[in-house]
């Protein structure tokens, strides 16, 4: 920062030149200093959080992977729970891993959606099922920043895998249909080996007396809609008794990216729980097992 | 403003300028450790639950 001059060479000034040049240019600066703020913020939301993030998201893996070593072990303590290190808000109690974003892709689910929890990653709607009961597994995630673990869900298609892992299970969810899809599924699932198990949830088409008839892969909604997390999405609670309900997955996050004017909704259905031990407690294996490699 | 500033600041100009760039790295860390962390959930980008 070099200092400007303030008096023109040679040219005496008025007093009421130099006011009106002061307040100028310090309007000037002004305006400038608050493109740089925003320039700042931009940044920090699109980077410094995910940094933050990264760290809680680290420790928390730490802290999951130890719990349940520890369960596993045969003297685990009455108290597994509880450990040295401070969990803070760390309340993980499963993992979500995606195929289709690397084999590598995973995050520990927190359970509960405050900001507290999403900033260290997915959170668990804690009304909604747990992993593989019936009802709905209901997951929200960040989309920028924070670590943004469902920035790229727009890009699932039907039939792409939602594996989530307990300490026991991999729980393997499949999108469903996308809306165009679910006339002409029979055919699609023929062709395609991944859709096999993977149905419409509807007996006779789109009806308003399908309980599963607003339920597809994808869908767009209004931030109000709390009924997309609902044990039947977009229905009333007791549409169905609980044990005809299917196991469901649905993940949320903003829409359109940068903005929380809608919500990006992902349902899936359960199609296969695939004890840790059957593959000797290996996600390669069970991928593999998927033909996801 | 940043000229009054500039001019204000005590000691030589190498000095200054040190002054200077501890004054700005301490505005961009109440920006960064303060203000941003409080802003964020007050604007609308980043609502991701329903």
Redesign the interface.
């Known amino acids: 920062?070099s200092?400007?001059p303030?008096r023109g060479n040679g040219v005496r000034r008025t007093a009421g030149h130099r006011a009106g040049y002061l307040v100028i240019?310090?309007a000037g600066?002004?305006l400038i200093t608050a493109g740089v703020?925003l320039l700042?913020?931009v940044f920090?939301?699109l980077y410094?959080?995910n940094w933050t993030s990264a760290q809680l998201q680290r420790e928390s893996e730490e802290r999951l992977e130890r719990a349940w070593d520890e369960q596993d072990g045969m003297d685990a303590p009455a108290d597994a729970g509880t450990d040295s290190t401070d969990a803070g808000t760390d309340s993980a109690f499963a993992r979500i891993r995606i195929p289709a974003f690397g084999p590598d892709y995973r995050y520990t689910v927190q359970s509960g959606?405050d900001?507290d929890h999403?900033e260290i990653g997915p959170?668990h709607?804690p009304q909604s099922a747990m992993p593989g009961e019936p009802g709905n597994f209901g997951v929200?995630?960040?989309?920028?920043?924070?670590g943004a673990p469902?920035t790229d869900l727009d890009e699932l298609g039907s039939c792409d895998a939602l594996v989530v892992e307990t300490a026991t299970n991999f729980f393997v969810y499949r999108v469903l249909p996308f809306d165009e899809e679910i006339d002409g599924w029979e055919a699609i699932r023929q062709r395609r080996p991944e859709c096999a198990n993977v149905s419409t949830l509807r007996d006779t088409g789109d009806g308003p007396g399908e309980p599963y008839g607003d339920t597809v892969g994808r869908r767009i909604?209004t931030?109000?809609?709390?009924d997309?997390?609902a044990p039947v999405p977009y229905r009333e609670v007791d549409v169905l008794p609980r044990l005809e309900q299917a196991a469901l997955i649905t993940l949320?996050?903003?829409h359109p990216q940068?903005?929380?004017?809608e919500?990006l909704?992902v349902h899936g259905v359960l199609t296969q729980q695939v004890p840790k031990s059957q593959v000797q407690d290996d996600y390669g294996q069970l991928l593999e097992q998927l033909g996801e490699v | 403003m940043y000229a009054w500033l500039w001019r204000h600041l005590p000691g030589p100009r190498p000095v200054r300028a040190l002054i200077a760039l501890v004054l700005i790295v301490g505005v961009i860390a109440l920006l960064m450790l303060v203000v941003f962390p409080w802003a964020e959930p007050l604007l609308p980008f980043n609502n991701v639950s329903v």
């Open positions: 920062m200092q400007r303030e240019r310090t600066e002004l703020v700042l913020f920090y939301t410094v959080t959606v900001a999403l959170g709607y929200a995630g960040h989309r920028i920043g924070r469902f909604v931030p109000d809609r709390s997309a997390v949320t996050t903003c940068y903005s929380d004017r919500r909704i």
